[in-house]
């Protein structure tokens, strides 16, 4: 099968390092498979990329780190031009802006299977919040298929698509490398050491894990923070550090691609997001064995267990990080448990051979 695989750009992080983690799992393994995609984006993802597919097969309408207008308006004529000469049997449409040009250029081919990707539960957009949701669901009589990262993002997604009969498939965008180091001494460090991850912006409530470590401080327990992640709230997160007195026990980190490995000695690893798809980060923190406290939404209502393989969240709050917090720094034998337990569960559900199988049910044949 011909599959044009059809992205915003390459930003390091989240749905576009899962279609590197794909590629790597030999997900499309037997099918010919192009990427589109509207920017290089920001890092070296591109380039891992190709050498992954070969440059021939990957297709960059512009050099720049962010698409224009005009960048999207030409991407569009490029996706005509790629079915009509090309001649997919599939376009898989990851992420907002793809989906809604992808949506637009089907509309011209009837017989071209197409596939949205869906990497989040609710639509958010600093530029236009209100008009993807309502646009992208007019548009979506002409989505055959529909893939999520999630049981959750499946769900909760379906309010986003007119009724139709389609075909709906679970892709997760994780692969549990079994040799990746992972915590193995649950003793505490002195201070007491949190690690956070992912893209530094508003729905991620980072503020709120700078503030945990002002109260821990307050409460007379020693702490720091290490977070690992880029983002536009870079300088208001730093900000909040000093304007709380506690910059010497914030780190920034930037992104690193494998931080998990090199987070395997901290003491517990905070998630508070508001909303999330599979939540990458999290399932990488479990797959290092650190014990985890998350707030209860996207993948991890999945995948996480309360109490068994992390601690759970029903508000993303300071206070109830501090609370959760003091309780696994007091019991080394919760903390051994959830971590242990936590690595078994993501390697059992998402291996190589998991992911693989998941691709036969998905794409049919090829592998």
Avoid at 109 to 117: D, E, H, N, T
Wanted: charged share 25%; with cysteine.
């Amino acid at each position: 099968m011909r599959i044009l695989y059809f992205i915003n750009g390459f930003d390091p992080g989240g749905a576009e390092h899962g279609l590197l983690t794909l590629l790597q799992a030999g997900f499309f393994s037997g099918h010919e498979l192009k990427i589109l995609a509207c920017c290089r984006g920001r890092g070296a993802l591109a380039d891992e990329i190709a050498a992954n597919i070969g440059e021939h097969n990957l297709i960059l309408t512009s050099q720049r780190e962010e698409p224009s207008l005009r960048t999207f308006v030409s991407t569009f004529f490029v996706m005509l031009r790629l079915i009509r000469e090309w001649r997919p049997d599939m376009v898989a449409l990851s992420l907002k802006q793809a989906n809604l040009l992808g949506r637009f250029a089907a509309m011209f081919a009837p017989r071209l299977r197409c596939v949205s990707f869906e990497h989040i539960a609710r639509y958010r957009s600093r530029r236009a919040e209100g008009v993807y949701g309502p646009v992208l669901k007019a548009l979506s009589w002409r989505v055959d298929e529909i893939w999520a990262d999630c049981e959750n993002t499946l769900r909760e997604t379906q309010a986003y698509f007119l009724p139709r009969r389609r075909q709906s498939y679970v892709v997760p965008l994780f692969l549990a490398d079994e040799a990746s180091s992972h915590k193995r001494d649950y003793s505490l460090n002195t201070p007491l050491r949190l690690a956070g991850a992912g893209r530094l912006m508003a729905r991620k409530n980072f503020d709120r894990l700078i503030e945990a470590i002002r109260m821990l401080q307050d409460r007379g327990v020693s702490a720091s923070l290490d977070l690992y992640g880029e983002g536009p709230e870079r300088q208001a997160l730093s900000r909040k550090a000093d304007e709380l007195g506690i910059r010497d026990r914030v780190h920034f980190h930037g992104y690193v691609a494998r931080w998990f490995e090199l987070a395997c000695d901290r003491d517990m690893f905070i998630n508070l997001s508001d909303t999330e798809g599979f939540c990458i980060v999290v399932a990488e923190a479990m797959l290092a064995g650190l014990p985890v406290i998350a707030t209860d939404i996207g993948g991890i209502r999945d995948y996480g267990k309360d109490g068994e393989n992390m601690l759970k969240l029903t508000v993303p709050s300071a206070e109830m990080v501090v609370t959760q917090a003091l309780a696994l720094a007091a019991d080394e034998t919760l903390r051994k448990k959830i971590g242990r337990q936590a690595r078994q569960d993501m390697l059992q559900a998402y291996s190589q051979d998991a992911l693989r199988a998941r691709a036969t049910v998905v794409l049919g044949g090829g592998m």
